[in-house]
């Protein structure tokens, strides 16, 4: 790393907590005195992962996004090698969506209300009657009209390489009942890998999959599922970078 790359690595480390401290303090404002909807606060926070890509020297490229339609309402599943993965999805992606977040984070101040207000879908990972309670929540609320990005996964790959997918975001698929949609994310792990602090200058590529109906989907068949939208998640990522 170049003393150039060291220097804008670090200030990227620096700023990123005053970068999300000033989002969120915004979207409280707005929603709170000015009374947006939570569609409408998105601006705040899609600024923030733009701000946060360019001040890491990323570039971000959208492929696909003739796959989706405007007014349709989605689960998007994508591979998790980064942090840029929720950074450049945050800022470029050309869809409405919502993310879903561990219950422990609403409890973090200014951040936490602000995630709430802006639409933020809180859920329970633990295990147990409170965990399936939150994920039923979460359910009605997608098929109510409220896009997400999950993590099949459900933690970031260490090496890049894409995992194998776990059920349980199946399963909130399966019963929000709405199509699914496969991402690649490419690029993102040479950027900042698992574990790593100094964020390294690159090129995101975020490949947009053709929606998966899963109408035809039972809780029986959640294996079968998470099998073939982690095959095309993989087919994606294989695609050569034009």
Known sequence: MSPVQYSR????????????????????????????SARKVQVFPQTWGRIVCRIAGVKVRIVGAENLAADQTYIFAGNHASQFDIF????YFPHDFRWIAKKELFRIPFFGPA???????????SHGREALKSLNQAARQIAAGTSVLIFPEGTRSADGKLQPFKTGAITLAIKAGVPVVPIGFSGT???LPKGKLLVR?????????????TSSYTMKDKQE????????VADLLDEPVQ
């Open 225 to 232: 599922l998470a099998e073939y939208l982690h095959t095309r």
């Open 88 to 91: 450049s999805f945050q800022g």
């Open 115 to 125: 995630m709430r207000r802006a639409g933020i879908i809180a859920i329970d990972r």
């Open 201 to 213: 200058p690159g090129e995101i590529t975020i490949r947009i999959g053709r929606p998966i109906l």
């Open 189 to 191: 792990h040479d950027i």
């Open 9 to 36: 690595a670090v200030f990227f480390l620096l700023t990123i907590p005053l970068l999300t401290f000033i989002a969120s303090m915004l979207t409280l404002i707005d929603v709170i005195m000015i009374r947006k």
